[in-house]
């Protein structure tokens, strides 16, 4: 049993260890277990399955405005020594980050070898 498994112990059935059947409807107040149809309280369960669904969707959309960012600016160059070619020029785009204490981040492509890198 790695981390990884007792980290997920709330999906699994105590008794038998088999994956819990977890209902889609919020009235179903319980998860049973397929193999010996112990029953869990979700209660619990649903908040932490609702904490990681937000965590995950906040990802997916700073992904978005990444790439949404990325295709709305127009790359300039600027005289920037690539740390991986020694390349003297890159291309570069700033951006804001959402939290105004993150400050404003600028991010390089190298134009020798294409390797990408930022400065904040
Ligand atoms: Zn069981
Ligand atoms: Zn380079």
Excluded: W
């Excluded at 991986?84 to 980050?97: D, L, N, P, V």
């Amino acid at each position: 049993m790695g981390s990884y498994s007792r980290g997920r112990d709330f999906l699994f059935c105590q008794l038998c260890g088999t994956m819990l059947t977890i209902p889609f409807r919020a009235s179903d107040k319980y998860a049973q277990c397929p193999l010996c149809n112990a029953k869990r309280n979700l209660k619990h369960i649903r908040g932490k399955e609702i904490s990681y669904k937000i965590s995950a969707e906040d990802i997916r959309r700073e992904l978005g405005i990444n790439i949404i960012d990325e295709q709305k600016v127009q790359l300039s160059k600027v005289n920037k020594k690539c740390d991986k070619c020694g390349h003297g020029e890159a291309s570069f785009y700033t951006r804001q980050m959402r939290s105004a204490d993150e400050g404003q981040t600028t991010f390089y492509t190298c134009l020798g070898c294409g390797f990408q890198f930022q400065e904040n």
